[in-house]
T-cell receptor, first 114, second 116 residues
Framework: DTEVTQTPKHLVMGMTNKKSLKCEQH?????MYWYKQKAKKPPELMFV???????INESVPSRFSPECPNSSLLNLHLHALQPEDSALYLC?????????????FGEGSWLTVV | AQTVTQSQPEMSVQEAETVTLSCTYD???????LFWYKQPPSRQMILVIR??????QNATENRFSVNFQKAAKSFSLKISDSQLGDTAMYFC?????????????FGDGTTLTVKP
């Protein structure tokens, strides 16, 4: 099983809403990631969790709040987003955090902020 | 800082033919990894092939092979016997050794369409 599952697949939210994106993997991976991807562009790293602890925050605005409840789950809490935050949000995981590890991506959650 | 350039925004190929996607990168470091990722429409991005810079032998994975020219800082992807399922956006990526796996530098991508 090499699957990273993301829910919901599509989300429309207003600028005053609070919502969450969820990600799950059962591969025993200890590193998990959030990326943001605009249409026809490469993914941009947002956050990295290693052994359930936040290890990298790529200067992401505080309206994005990650959470890693356990080694299989990763959430991204969204609050007071802007229309320019509309994008595909990709979750990914890898066995370890070193560059030798293969990263496995989920299909993503399409977010539209209205 | 490292940069990755994919000079072909879009390409097309007839089914069963061979196509080569270009990628160049810039770094002053000697130890790094290079990757090609495939992102089909509405499906997840997957790793196609990986090359370690210290290995002179070009990596191959079934119909996918690379031409790694370290001195020229070039890393092209050759897809042989193209199939309709190869239609996707392809990203070239670079990462330094001893770097967090998530911190790859990606090119802007090449959209490949395989025509029947």
């Amino acid at each position: 099983d090499t699957e990273v599952t993301q829910t919901p697949k599509h989300l429309v939210m207003g600028m005053t809403n609070k919502k969450s994106l969820k990600c799950e993997q059962h591969m025993g991976h200890r590193a998990m990631y959030w990326y943001k991807q605009k249409a026809k562009k490469p993914p941009e790293l947002m956050f990295v969790y290693s052994y359930e602890k936040l290890s990298i925050n790529e200067s992401v605005p505080s309206r994005f709040s990650p959470e890693c409840p356990n080694s299989s789950l990763l959430n991204l809490h969204l609050h007071a987003l802007q229309p320019e935050d509309s994008a595909l949000y990709l979750c990914a995981s890898s066995q370890g955090h070193s560059e030798r590890n293969t990263i496995y991506f989920g299909e993503g959650s399409w977010l539209t902020v209205v | 800082a490292q940069t990755v350039t994919q000079s072909q925004p879009e390409m097309s190929v007839q089914e069963a033919e061979t196509v080569t996607l270009s990628c160049t990168y810039d770094t002053s470091e000697n130890n790094y990894y290079l990757f090609w990722y495939k992102q089909p429409p509405s499906r997840q991005m997957i790793l196609v092939i990986r090359q370690e810079a210290y290995k002179q032998q070009n990596a191959t994975e079934n119909r996918f092979s690379v031409n790694f020219q370290k001195a020229a800082k070039s890393f092209s992807l050759k897809i042989s016997d193209s199939q309709l399922g190869d239609t996707a956006m392809y990203f070239c990526a670079f990462i330094l050794s001893n770097t967090n796996a998530g911190k790859s530098t990606f090119g802007d991508g090449t959209t490949l369409t395989v025509k029947p």
